[in-house]
């Protein structure tokens, strides 16, 4: 039998394309391994050409070259070779009064959120809760509705210029939470007033809704946009109606932005849980069919 040929690719794909270029007329893989810890880093394949004239023997090693290829990535991803996802969920402070806006685009879950969290937090140490809606009559409606089913305090600004001022008025909460209207990465204008409103709130968190269902691509692009808006932490939201959850862990881990929480329900009030390495050890399973 023939020795073995070492394929070194700075990526599995580069490694698979040399073995190609070496065995043209099929290979089988004896052997795969990583050669550095990072997420698509270089990867070592020793492979062994397979003779042209053992057709059946050839088809049946192409499927056994498939099937470790597969193997290979599964147990990437059991070993969480995903670039790490920096967790950080903010606590209202005790002395100060804070201030916390939640931007997204729109649909991705702003107001559940910020109706999950008032739930989560007032009344926990001390923790007082009021509510501010940014934007139009009808994007107040719905905090509006909470406000009047939790006893909360809740006022709507409906010009950025008076969101401070607003959110002024609450001052005697220990914890405002801000729900900016829904913007999109391509909606100029009220980009623009978002970026003055959060200007002069002089807000103590900025943090972006991001939708767990929505396409990585567009994923990217908000999140670009909510840091220029002063994002700092996010809140994954809609994490029930997302097929996988990698796509938009890889996007959280690129952007730098803390994940704070993550919300997986549609009820009133939201279904919202500190992010934690447990839920993110959870997450990176499947995704259950039954
Ligand atoms: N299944 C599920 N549905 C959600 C979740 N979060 C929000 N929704 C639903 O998505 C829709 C939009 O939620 P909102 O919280 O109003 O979203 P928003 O970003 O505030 O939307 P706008 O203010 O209209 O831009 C509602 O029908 C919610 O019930 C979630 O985590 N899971
Ligand atoms: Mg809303």
Redo the contacts with the bound molecule.
């Keep these: 039998m023939t020795d073995p040929i070492r394929c070194n690719g700075r990526s599995e794909r580069h490694a698979l394309e040399q073995a190609h270029a070496r065995c043209p007329s099929g290979f089988e893989i004896v052997h795969w391994r990583r050669t550095e810890s990072r997420w698509r880093g270089g990867v070592e394949l020793a492979v062994r050409p397979i003779r042209p004239a053992a057709r059946a023997q050839r088809a049946r090693l192409r499927l056994l070259a498939s099937v470790l290829a597969i193997r290979a990535g599964a147990e990437e991803t059991r070993r969480g070779l995903r670039p790490p996802v920096r967790l950080e969920t903010p606590a209202p402070g005790r002395t100060r009064s804070e201030r916390w806006a939640f931007v997204?685009v729109?649909?991705?879950?702003?107001?559940?959120v910020v109706g999950g969290l008032a739930g989560r937090l007032h009344g926990r140490e001390g923790c007082t809760v009021g509510l501010v809606s940014a934007g139009d009559e009808i994007?107040a409606e719905?905090l509006r509705r909470l406000a009047d089913a939790t006893g909360l305090p809740a006022r709507s600004a409906l010009h950025a210029a008076a969101l401070a001022e607003i959110a002024g008025s609450l001052g005697h909460r220990s914890l405002v939470l801000v729900d900016l209207?829904?913007v999109g990465p391509r909606d100029g204008d009220r980009l623009v007033a978002h970026a003055r409103a959060i200007e002069s709130l002089e807000p103590t968190l900025v943090c972006a809704?991001l939708a767990a269902d929505a396409d990585p691509q567009s994923l990217r692009r908000q999140v670009e946009v909510f840091t220029r808006l002063g994002a700092t932490h996010a809140v994954l939201?809609?994490?029930?109606?997302a097929a996988s959850l990698d796509p938009a862990l890889h996007v959280l881990a690129e952007s730098g932005l803390a994940l704070a929480w993550v919300?997986?329900?549609?009820t009133s009030n939201?279904e919202l849980a500190p992010a934690s390495e447990a839920w993110l050890e959870r997450a990176a399973a499947p995704a259950p069919v039954s």
Excluded: F, M, N, Y
């Design positions: 997204g729109p649909g991705s879950g702003v107001t559940r994007h719905p209207q829904g809704v939201s809609r994490v029930d109606l919300a997986h329900g549609s939201g």
